[in-house]
């Protein structure tokens, strides 16, 4: 401990120093460009200006044949003796997930699951950018019910199904409670997928990042209508709505999220100043509550090792990667698995089943992969970790505080965890917190019925202090 305390002493000041050397003074707010073009070229142009036109996932009976062929010929590798998901997804179980998905899994119902909410593409910046859009059954009468637009954001390895659990549970509203009549609050959601992800057209130019994605989407929203609305996010959905909230502060009404994303490159110092002072001196950072649930320092370093590994993939070759998993429906299905399995709890790796089935059904996560499978984006979707991880338009926002109101879900399980006290060097107006005991990484599939109150919730206290 004493060691320790001498290392919190020298690396304090110096940290300090260094921050203050790359931040302090910098307090202009970046630009974002107006515009950005990623179609194969500019004679696709005119096709910006059309209306968003009706979409139906549908898969052919060749694809399906295609597929089935591929899983029958998988070829297995071999697993250690007496090892569950500590070496990754164990193949004994991927025979069971293969043999479930050619033999007993129903695409036919999972896809007349997807098509039960209207979907649509749109052409934005020469990409055909698709989305869910579900209004409520009837206009609003009442001057005590609001309607509020809100965007659903997903991120990797997941997909705008994930939000096919949250989205009735927020189309709720409990007409006739007089007690709750000033805070009747109905929904318009929309759900796009991120351009390379669900069956958005991938972008055809390098350099689509996370900041492109929030413009993209912004205009999306003004295509539809919706000038002021809020955003909700996890994972790339979080970075993506936390761009939006900083970026068009005066369109934003509140952004919500169940994840709060690390800065790129800079301004990274803060929050580790404070991690270092609260591993010492936890009183002087944590709240009585926070000390008590909060990971310890060498918790978050060794789980962000052991769970990192794909990401330095994905950041630096991920076309290599996706040359084996977009041939191989099994290969795929495991890479995807395996982070529905430790992202939802870490002690999982000691399942042999990985306690997958605790936390979904296995229809649920195949649905996720048979995206994937029919998108054949799989590529593009890692790609998106290569454009934002080295892109230099991104990283001056990183200082950039979150001034719009903000709601932040903390769930038990999720990969990285920032108490209150952490996040409020990120997010200025912060005017809901919640801790849960229960949930990880894919909370608005996982545990729709806590995420969906919290976000109802969180609108009502924005609306209140109007």
Request: net charge negative.
């Amino acid at each position: 401990m004493a060691v320790l305390k001498l290392i919190v002493f020298v690396a304090i000041p110096i940290a300090i120093s260094i921050y203050c050397f790359t931040n302090c003074g910098n307090e202009e707010i970046p630009k974002i460009e107006e515009d950005g073009w990623w179609g194969r070229d500019s004679a696709e142009q005119g096709a910006v200006d059309r209306p968003p036109v009706p979409f139906v996932v549908k898969a052919s009976n060749a694809t399906l044949a295609d597929l089935r062929s591929r899983l029958e010929n998988t070829r297995f590798p071999s697993s250690l003796d007496g090892t569950a998901f500590e070496y990754g997804l164990n193949s004994d179980y991927l025979r069971k997930v293969v043999s479930h998905w050619k033999d007993t899994f129903n695409w036919d119902a999972q896809q007349a699951k997807l098509n039960a909410y209207p979907q649509f593409k749109v052409n934005i910046e020469g990409i055909d950018v698709h989305f869910v859009r579900i209004q409520p059954n009837k206009p609003s009468n009442s001057a005590n019910e609001k309607t509020r637009p809100i965007m659903l954001i997903h991120g990797w390895p997941g997909s705008y199904w994930e939000f096919y659990k949250l989205i009735p549970l927020l189309m709720e509203t409990k007409s006739g409670d007089k007690t709750n009549e000033k805070e009747s609050i109905s929904f318009e959601v929309i759900c796009p997928s991120i351009p390379g992800y669900g069956f958005s057209e991938a972008p055809h130019k390098p350099g689509f990042d996370a900041l492109d994605a929030a413009r993209v989407f912004m205009k999306l929203m003004k295509k539809l209508g919706h000038d002021k609305f809020y955003v909700q996010g996890g994972d790339w959905g979080s970075a993506i709505s936390i761009l939006m909230a900083q970026a068009y502060p005066e369109n934003i009404l509140g952004v919500h999220v169940n994840f709060v994303f690390p800065p790129v490159r800079k301004a990274s110092l803060g929050p580790f100043v404070r991690l270092l002072i609260g591993e010492i001196w936890p009183s002087l950072i944590h709240s009585p509550a926070e000390i008590k649930t909060r990971l310890s320092l060498k918790q978050l370093f060794f789980n962000a090792v052991r769970e990192s590994g794909y990401m330095h993939l994905q950041a630096t070759k991920p076309d290599t990667v996706a040359s084996g998993l977009n041939d191989s429906p099994a290969g795929l299905a495991a890479y995807i698995l395996e982070k529905f399995s430790s992202w939802s709890n870490y002690d999982n790796v000691h399942c042999p089943d990985g306690c997958i089935t605790k936390h979904f059904t296995l229809d649920e996560v195949l649905t996720n992969v048979m995206i994937y499978w029919l998108a054949g984006n799989i590529g593009s979707s890692m790609r998106f970790y290569k454009e934002y991880f080295t892109s230099d338009d991104v990283v001056p926002w990183d200082s950039v505080p979150v001034v719009v109101p903000s709601g932040i879900a903390a769930f038990r399980y999720e990969l990285v965890q920032h108490t209150r006290s952490i996040a409020e060097l990120k997010f200025s107006n912060i005017v809901r917190y919640t801790d849960f005991p229960r949930g990880g990484h894919f909370a608005a599939l996982e545990v729709p019925e806590l995420l969906a109150e919290d976000i109802k919730a969180f609108v009502r206290a924005v609306e209140s202090l109007k």
